[in-house]
């Protein structure tokens, strides 16, 4: 049984197809649906003879098919016809007053191209005359051998798809006659190599998605010649087509502008139009992926949703449900809940500086705590909204649904209001901007079939606040504001610009008066679609970055308008000029001239979008160009946003991009678990410090810079900013080496020294050069610190200056590898006479890692390290490896594991050892003792012949007894013959005694000790006899 709505004739109309087995007989049947003005009360009593639509059937005919044996697949159907696809590859025609046509076979020979360069049609019943087929070689023609089993229409774009059991799909235009006589549907491509198990359209975006057996999904531009745009697949995570299986199905939001991909074998995705990938039932550990401290133990397969495939998805009619049916599991119904962003399209509009979330009944907003730690705060509604729009300050949010108005102050954490629910109910909301400190609202008059702007002032929503009421043309389709002016586009492209004028203080003990005149109409002829989103773009002014805030009272000349299918052009407001800028944008922000805030670090800044190419930044430019673009992609790689990062908005005085992914948790509640959305951060300002430093705006990069100094990020934009201009320094250079220049005018700096200048402003500096310089080949070291400084002059201020006391991980970053860069430029012996200097004084302020990391360094520079592994150290536990017994046999200066060659350099280091090992034994501070010898892996000697190093050795077991220290316990103890002490502690540690005698035993270096190990042999043998007695 197949089901079919109307679209256009009657929308009430709906198609049931039914086969019957028994007889081979199919019966078309036609029902009319009348929807009655009764609800479903949510919470209360229902109201008898509950009936929410009456339906009716107007047609019950049998199909007369002349060919037996046959099954329908599905049916499409325009505002006058339907069609139906056939099991052996024919399509049926019937109207909507059940007039049958008959049905037909579509033929071609495909070209090289995959171009249909020919095609004939056969018919039955006849309806129309049969054909006869154009004879092709059997390797070109298409037939209708195979059987259709899918087929979607997009009347919008006069498009009809064809999808074969073979993998074979089909593009066909439509003619304006429609779908009734067969010569109105031609085939004009084959699309995808002959693998598409499933596709859908987008036509709205005009974007063709198709499922494919290899588990992945093309997506297809169908407004320029179906070319391929890009292929989304779950590769990249690791899952290949084993893991999931061919797609099974796939379905479109209702606005377009993201979809869901089932697979048959395992879990579904939610990709954005760019690629990004929003939701995953598929687990991946250890990204996302957390589970709470309450979480029940569970199997892989409890925690993970569709992990047997997934049959069918829906989404609701406003996209914030998505229903699934699992594979062999058709007795239940999995509902995911969705949250939408608020775009920069259609008739609301919103601001970047608050990000804003809205679902079925929740709003998420993005909150940025003192900490600089984002958080998302719930507001809970109590019915469905539709549209969220949050204030330019980001104080206010005004949410609206199918009828009324409601406002919720973020400071205050208060909701407002109608107080008349009847004023309430009168408005139908299709649309919300704010102006300022008011809230305007395009309307929808039902009962005159209009629409109008309403203007509310904020703090208060009813009738006598109305400020004022402006009738529209028609119903618009894109709508903005910037400062005074309202910004209203009617379809096709018909523009319209108002001035606001504000007569009187908005308080509510005064009556202000609110005005609006016409400033601008353009109509623009385009053959292109119609805009999706236009805003505004001020005018930039020049002058120092201090002048920037400044608002200018102009009216604006130009606005960005970007498109459904991701065109976005620059239009000229004053000649209707247009401008193509570039294309697949998904998103776009314009940032010059709409934050107030004084720190504002992105006023430089135009506008940024955002893409399947990442995120992309626009500069004003004084030359012939007025924009200059600079892709983030091509030139800062770590910009790019993570695939499972969507971006939301931006934070004008941290410099930061603030996008959301998904967050899954296991809860002790379910089986099931948890998705969550998660806010992260991207920081841009290295990208801004860039721009202005290739402008020469060395000052304004510096008040920039210092502006941001007390971010959490700010030190990893310094490193990234240089790291960028280095990279691309070293890119130049390659390039212009089988160059050579014939100009011998002074040089200017170039821009690795500018950047080089501004970071030596910030003490960060040291940090930033010698971070890079282990990012990048040694062999470009000298560019680097060329520009930078040398490096010896650089390790002696970070040695003067002591920094080696902060922490040992910029010790590593900041003193070491400056080290390592000495020896590389400067040579050998000066570096290791920097790093011997460097030595003593981590010892000195017990910096052990640190001193290990310097001995190692030492060592290999020399040549003259070498750390032998014995089996041992391999087989047991090294709890004797801190001490090297002294032995008649073997002198203690040629005992050490460590050091083989006594060469000058490797004496030195030795030595600084040795001495502070004294100093630690002779004040008997055993915790600095440990950590030594664990850092520096240094082998302690104790001449246990000398009386000193007996009392040494006495009072370091006392101590060690106290707290309990076993390794020290088993290498003292075994100094001092202390059988008694090994005795109590083997008795109760049977894996301990067992490590003992094995090295004991293994090494010929402790043949000395055996005796004590026979006795202790004996004692704990006559324990265990004991036991067994």
């Not at 299986?245 to 995705?269: E, Q």
């Not at 995953?280 to 495939?309: C, F, H, N, Y």
Request: glycine share 6%.
């Amino acid at each position: 049984m197949l089901i079919s709505c109307g679209d256009g004739y009657d929308r009430n109309l709906i198609t049931i197809y039914v086969h019957l087995l028994q007889t081979s007989r199919f019966y078309l049947h036609i029902f009319k649906v009348q929807f009655t003005d009764k609800r479903i009360h949510i919470g209360g009593k229902q109201p008898s003879a509950l009936f929410l639509a009456n339906i009716n059937c107007v047609l019950n005919e049998q199909v007369p098919f002349s060919v037996k044996d046959v099954t329908v697949s599905n049916i499409v159907c325009d505002n006058k016809h339907l069609l139906i696809g056939l099991s052996n590859g024919s399509l049926y025609s019937i109207s909507w007053k059940g007039e049958f046509y008959g049905a037909f076979d579509i033929n071609w020979h495909v070209g090289d191209s995959h171009e249909i360069v020919g095609m004939s049609y056969s018919f039955e019943n006849g309806a129309f005359p049969r054909r006869i087929p154009e004879i092709y070689p059997s390797d070109g023609i298409r037939s209708g051998a195979s059987a259709i089993v899918w087929l979607e229409i997009s009347l919008l774009l006069r498009m009809l798809f064809v999808l074969y059991s073979d993998g074979g799909l089909i593009l066909c235009s439509v003619s304006k006659r429609g779908i009734k006589q067969a010569e109105s549907i031609k085939a004009e491509k084959i699309l995808g190599p002959g693998d598409a198990v499933c596709a859908s359209i987008a036509s709205d975006q005009q974007i063709l998605a198709v499922g494919t057996r290899k588990g992945t999904v093309d997506l297809y531009d169908l407004a320029e010649s179906t070319s391929l745009l890009r292929t989304v697949s779950l590769y990249d995570w690791g899952y290949s087509t084993d893991d999931t299986g061919p797609v099974s199905c796939i379905a479109w939001t209702p606005d377009n502008s993201a979809f869901a991909v089932g697979w048959k074998l395992r879990g579904l995705t939610v990709w954005s139009v760019s690629g990004c990938r929003l939701m995953s039932t598929i687990r991946q550990v250890g990204l996302s992926s957390v589970s709470s401290p309450g979480a029940k133990p569970s199997l892989d397969w409890k925690s993970e949703t569709l992990m047997a495939g997934t049959a069918m998805m829906h989404w609701d009619e406003y996209g914030y449900r998505l229903y699934a049916v699992e594979e062999r599991s058709s007795e239940r119904i999995l509902i995911f809940s969705f949250g939408k962003c608020c775009l920069n399209r259609g008739v609301s509009g919103t601001t970047y500086v608050r990000q804003v979330i809205y679902g079925e009944d929740r709003v998420l907003l993005v909150q940025s705590e003192e900490t600089d730690e984002l958080k998302m705060l719930h507001l809970n509604l109590p019915v469905t909204f539709l549209h969220v729009a949050a204030s330019t300050d980001g104080t206010f949010l005004a949410v609206a649904g199918l009828h009324g108005l409601i406002l919720y102050d973020i400071r205050l954490k208060k909701w407002r209001y109608f107080g008349d629910i009847t004023q309430e109910q009168k408005i139908q909301c299709k649309g919300l901007l704010w102006l300022g400190k008011i809230v305007v609202v395009c309307n929808y008059v039902d009962s005159c079939n209009t629409y109008e702007l309403l203007f509310y002032p904020r703090y208060h929503l009813d009738q006598s606040s109305l400020l004022c009421k402006k009738s529209l043309l028609t119903k618009p389709i894109v709508m903005d504001v910037y400062q005074d002016y309202i910004l209203v586009t009617y379809h096709p492209f018909d523009v319209h610009i108002f001035h606001v004028k504000l007569f009187g203080e908005l308080t509510p003990t005064s009556k202000p008066d609110l005005q609006l005149s016409t400033v601008r109409e353009l109509s623009i002829m385009s053959a292109k679609s119609p805009p999706a989103s236009m805003r505004f773009i001020p005018d930039q002014l020049g002058g120092d970055y201090a002048s920037v805030n400044a608002k200018p009272s102009q009216e604006p000349s130009r606005c960005l308008i970007l498109r459904a299918n991701g065109e976005l052009s620059l239009l000229d407001l004053d000649d209707g000029h247009e401008r193509e800028l570039t294309d697949s944008v998904e998103l776009f922000w314009v940032t010059c001239g709409r934050s107030d805030d004084k720190e504002n670090l992105i006023e430089e800044i135009s506008w940024l979008d955002y893409g399947h190419r990442g995120m992309q930044v626009w500069y004003p430019s004084s030359g012939a160009d007025p924009f200059k673009q600079e892709d983030f992609l091509q030139l800062d790689p770590e910009l790019e946003f993570d695939r499972e990062v969507y971006p939301l908005g931006l934070l004008p005085n941290a410099g930061v991009v603030v996008g959301v992914c998904q967050r899954m948790s296991l809860s002790a509640c379910t089986d099931f678990p948890c998705f969550e959305p998660s806010p992260q951060a991207q920081t841009i300002l290295h990208c801004l410090l860039r721009h202005l430093l290739q402008r020469d705006k060395i000052e304004e990069a510096l008040k920039l810079a210092q502006l941001s100094a007390e971010k959490t990020h700010f030190s990893h934009c310094l490193e990234w900013l240089l790291f960028t201009v280095f990279e691309a320094e070293i890119s130049r250079q390659n390039t212009n080496k089988n160059q050579t220049s014939m100009s011998n005018h002074k040089r200017s700096k170039s821009l690795l020294e500018k950047t080089c200048d501004l970071i030596r402003n910030f003490p960060e500096y040291h940090d930033v050069v010698v971070s890079v310089a282990r990012k990048t080949d040694g062999r470009h070291w000298a560019d680097l610190f060329s520009a930078a400084g040398r490096s010896t002059e650089l390790f002696e201020e970070c040695f003067q200056r002591r920094w080696y006391r902060t922490a040992a991980c910029y010790i590593l970053v900041c003193a070491l590898f400056i080290s390592l860069v000495i020896a590389k430029l400067e040579g050998p012996a000066v570096s290791q006479y920097c790093a011997l200097r460097l030595l003593q004084a981590t010892l000195d302020d017990s910096l052990y890692e640190l001193a290990g990391e310097l001995v190692r360094f030492l060592l290999r520079s020399g040549r003259e390290y070498g750390h032998p592994s014995t089996e041992s150290d391999g087989l047991s536990p090294r709890f004797l490896g801190y001490f090297v017994f002294s032995s008649k046999k073997q002198p203690t200066d040629s005992n050490s594991t460590s050091f083989k060659e006594q060469s000058a350099h490797v004496a030195s280091v030795k030595n600084i050892l040795e001495s502070h090992a004294r100093y630690l034994m002779s004040g008997k501070e055993l915790s600095k003792l440990v950590a030594f010898v664990k850092g520096t892996q240094f082998d302690v000697v104790l001449q246990m012949g000398t009386l000193q190093s007996r009392l040494d050795a006495e009072f370091l077991l006392a101590q060690m007894c106290s707290v309990k220290f076993k390794e020290w316990i088993v290498v003292l103890a075994t100094l001092l013959r202390r059988s008694e002490v090994l005795f109590d502690l083997f008795r109760h540690d049977a894996r301990l005694w067992k490590a003992y005698c094995y090295t004991l035993q293994s090494q010929s270096a402790f043949s000395e000790y055996h005796d004590l190990l026979e006795e202790l042999e004996d004692k704990l043998s006559s324990i265990r006899s004991l036991k067994e007695v």
